[in-house]
C-alpha cells in the first residue's frame, strides 16, 4: 500500500475511531508527521496561546509602522498630506492584496504552518530595512528649514518603500493562514469545540487589538519623542518574538493538508461544463459523479451535498455515455465530483457578501488617515503634555478591548436564548450590525469637523494653517463607534469566510476576506484622488487642502456616510437570499 493509500486509510480510521469512542478529530486534520491526531493531546485551547501570541506581536509589528506612517510621510519625508494619504492607503491596500498569493501556496502546496513560516522571515526582513532606513542619516532627507522642505531622495524612498513593501509581501503569507490555523485547532464534527471555535475568533481579534493598543499609545509616543529608528526598530523586535511563539507551540498543533490548488479545481469545473454544455443535468442529483470513499477526492476536506442552484455547472458532474463505457472516470478536467463544484459554486454564492465589505473597509482606511489629519489640526495637548494625534486611534482598539469580552460573556448568551443559534447572532447579521455603525462613524467624524470649522471661522483661523482650539478627544465617540463596528463586520467575517468555505479553500477565503480591505484602501485612495481633483477645479482649495481649516472634510465624511448606508441597504438584499454551506 502506499503511503498516500496508507494515510488515507488511517484517516478514516481516525473518523471511525471519532464517531464511536471520541478519540480522534473527525474533520481530517493530522499531526506535523501526517499521523491522526488525538483530540486530547492536540489543538483547542491548550494551542491557541501560542498562536494567539503570535498575531498579538506581528499585529504590534504592523501598526507600530501603519499607525503612525503618514507622519512619518510628510514630517520625515516631506510629502503633502494627499500624497501622505495614497501612499498609507494604497500600502495597507497591498498588504491585504497579497494575503491571494499566501492563500494559494497554503491551501496547494505548503500548508498554513509553513506558509506563516517562510512569509514571517520575510516580513522579519522588511521590519529590519524600514528600520535601516529611519536610522542612518544617508537613508533620511534633510531637515526643514523654516518652509523649505528638501524632498526625499530616489535611493532614499527605494530603500524605505523597499523594506515597507517587503513588510507587505510577508504579511501576505501570515494574514490569511494565521485565523484560519488557529481555527483548525478545533474540530469541527465536534459540536463542543465547535461552540469554542466561535469564541477563538473573538478572542484572536482581541489579541490583534493589543498588539494596535501597543502601537497606538506606546510606540507612537516613541516615535514622536524618541526617534523613528528606535520607533520601527521596537516593531522589528517584536517581530521577531512572534516567529518564536508559532514555533514554539508545533508539539501541540492540528494541521490540514494541503488539498492541491483551488485555482486549478475551479478551472476544472468551468472547463468540464463547458465541454458537456450540451448534456442535460438529470433531476435526481444522486446520479452525478461523486467518489464512494468516507473522505473527498480531495485532500484535506469533507464531501458537500449537492444544492440546486448554478445548475449549469453541475453538467461538470453529469457522467457521459462515453465515461460509462470506458469506466474512465480519473480525468477531472472531463468530469468533476459534486463536492469540486459545490466547492465552487459555494464561491460564487460569497461573492455579494464579499463585495459589500469593500465599502466597510475604505471607511476602516480613514483611522489612519483623515482622521489623524483632522487631528492634527485640533488641540493636542493636556497641560504641558502633547498627544500625538494618531494615538487617538487608542480609542478605536480600547473600544474593541471593552467590547469582545462583553460579546463573548454577555451579549452572545443572551442572544442565544432568543436566536436558538450556537454564536448567538449569525455571522450574515454580526455583520450587518457591524454596517450600521459605520453609518454612524462616519456621521460622527462629519459632525465633529463641522463643529471644527465653526469654530475656524469664528476665531478667524480660516486663512492659517494652525490648529484650532477644540479637543482632540472630540474624536472619541467616532473612533469608539468604528471600535465597535470592526467587532460585528469584522470579526463576522472571520467566522463567515472560515466557516462557510470549503475545507480545503479556507486560506483562499480567508485571503478574499482580507481582498476587501485592500480592495477598501484602494477605494479610499480613489475617492480621495476624484474629489481633489473635481473640487480643486477653478483654482478652488478643495475639500481637503494641506490647510484643512479652508477646506471641507466634512463633506468628504458625509460621502463616506452615504456610500456606507446604501452598501448597507444592498448587504441586506444579499443577505436574506443567502444559502448556507452544507457538508456531509
Not at 514555533?247 to 490540514?256: A, D, H, K, N, V
Not at 475551479?266 to 461544463?273: D, E, G, I
Not at 483562499?508 to 485612495?525: F, H, V
Not at 487642502?545 to 444592498?570: C, E, K, Q, R, T
Request: contains cysteine.
Amino acid at each position: 500500500m502506499s503511503s498516500h493509500e496508507n494515510g488515507r486509510s488511517l484517516l478514516e480510521d481516525g473518523l471511525l475511531q471519532d464517531e464511536g469512542e471520541g478519540l480522534y478529530t473527525g474533520d481530517g486534520s493530522v499531526d506535523i508527521k501526517g499521523n491522526p491526531v488525538l483530540k486530547q493531546n492536540t489543538g483547542n485551547w491548550r494551542a491557541c496561546p501560542f498562536i494567539l501570541g503570535t498575531e498579538c506581536c506581528e499585529r504590534l509589528a504592523y501598526y507600530g509602522i501603519a499607525t503612525n506612517l503618514v507622519t512619518y510621510l510628510t514630517s520625515k519625508l516631506h510629502e503633502g498630506n494627499v500624497a501622505a494619504a495614497r501612499n498609507v492607503t494604497t500600502w495597507q491596500g497591498t498588504c491585504y492584496l497579497t494575503p491571494l498569493i499566501g492563500a494559494v501556496l497554503a491551501d496547494a502546496y505548503w500548508g498554513r504552518y509553513w506558509t506563516i513560516a517562510v512569509f514571517s522571515t520575510i516580513y522579519f526582513l522588511g521590519m529590519c530595512t524600514l528600520t535601516l532606513s529611519a536610522t542612518l542619516p544617508s537613508l533620511i532627507p534633510p531637515a526643514c528649514v523654516g518652509s523649505a522642505c528638501p524632498t526625499a531622495s530616489t535611493s532614499q524612498y527605494a530603500v524605505f518603500f523597499f523594506g515597507l513593501y517587503l513588510i507587505a509581501l510577508g504579511t501576505g503569507g501570515i494574514k490569511p493562514c494565521v485565523s484560519s490555523f488557529g481555527a483548525d485547532q478545533f474540530d469541527d464534527t465536534d459540536s463542543r469545540e465547535r461552540v469554542k471555535k466561535g469564541s477563538f475568533f473573538n478572542w484572536f481579534y482581541f489579541s490583534i487589538n493589543i498588539g494596535a493598543l501597543i502601537s497606538s499609545s506606546f510606540i507612537v509616543y516613541i516615535q514622536d519623542n524618541a526617534g523613528w529608528g528606535l520607533g520601527f526598530g521596537i516593531p522589528a523586535l517584536f517581530m521577531a518574538v512572534a516567529i518564536v511563539s508559532f514555533f514554539s507551540g508545533t508539539p501541540l498543533y492540528r494541521f490540514q493538508r494541503p488539498g492541491g490548488s483551488p485555482l486549478t479545481r475551479m478551472c476544472q469545473v468551468l472547463v468540464a461544463s463547458f465541454r458537456k454544455r450540451s448534456v442535460n443535468v438529470p433531476e435526481d442529483s444522486s446520479l452525478l459523479y461523486e467518489t464512494q470513499d468516507k473522505i473527498s477526492a480531495i485532500e484535506g476536506s469533507r464531501k458537500l451535498e449537492h444544492s440546486d442552484e448554478l445548475k449549469c455547472l453541475d453538467k461538470a458532474a453529469v457522467i457521459s455515455e462515453a465515461e460509462v463505457k470506458t469506466g474512465e472516470f480519473s480525468n477531472p478536467w472531463r468530469l468533476c465530483t459534486v463536492t469540486q463544484v459545490e466547492e465552487f459554486k459555494i464561491l460564487i454564492r460569497m461573492f455579494p457578501i464579499w463585495a459589500t465589505g469593500i465599502v466597510f473597509s475604505a471607511v476602516y482606511a480613514q483611522m489612519s488617515t483623515m482622521f489623524v489629519e483632522q487631528g492634527t489640526m485640533m488641540d493636542t495637548s493636556i497641560g504641558s503634555f502633547t498627544i500625538p494625534p494618531a494615538s487617538l486611534s487608542t480609542f478605536d482598539v480600547i473600544s474593541v478591548i471593552f467590547w469582545v469580552p462583553i460579546y463573548d460573556r454577555f451579549i452572545v448568551p443572551i442572544a442565544r436564548r432568543f436566536t436558538g443559534k450556537e454564536r448567538g447572532f449569525s455571522e450574515l447579521q454580526r455583520m450587518g450590525i457591524g454596517l450600521f455603525l459605520s453609518v454612524l462613524c462616519m456621521s460622527a467624524a462629519a459632525v465633529v469637523e463641522i463643529y471644527r470649522l465653526h469654530i475656524a471661522k469664528e476665531l478667524d483661523l480660516v486663512d492659517k494653517e494652525v490648529a484650532v482650539p477644540l479637543s482632540i478627544f472630540w474624536q472619541i465617540p467616532q473612533y469608539f463607534l468604528l471600535g465597535a463596528a470592526e467587532i460585528f463586520t469584522f470579526i463576522g467575517q472571520l467566522e463567515f469566510f472560515y466557516d462557510q468555505s470549503p475545507d480545503a479553500m479556507r486560506s483562499l477565503c480567508s485571503a478574499l476576506s482580507l481582498l476587501t480591505t485592500a480592495l477598501g484602501n484602494y477605494l479610499s485612495s480613489f475617492i480621495l484622488t476624484v474629489v481633489t481633483y473635481l473640487t480643486t477645479q477653478g483654482g478652488s482649495s478643495g475639500w481637503i487642502p494641506d490647510n484643512l481649516n479652508s477646506g471641507h472634510l466634512d463633506y468628504f465624511f458625509w460621502l463616506l456616510a452615504g456610500l456606507s448606508f446604501i452598501n448597507m441597504v444592498v448587504y441586506m438584499v444579499c443577505a436574506r437570499k443567502y444559502k448556507q454551506k452544507k457538508a456531509s
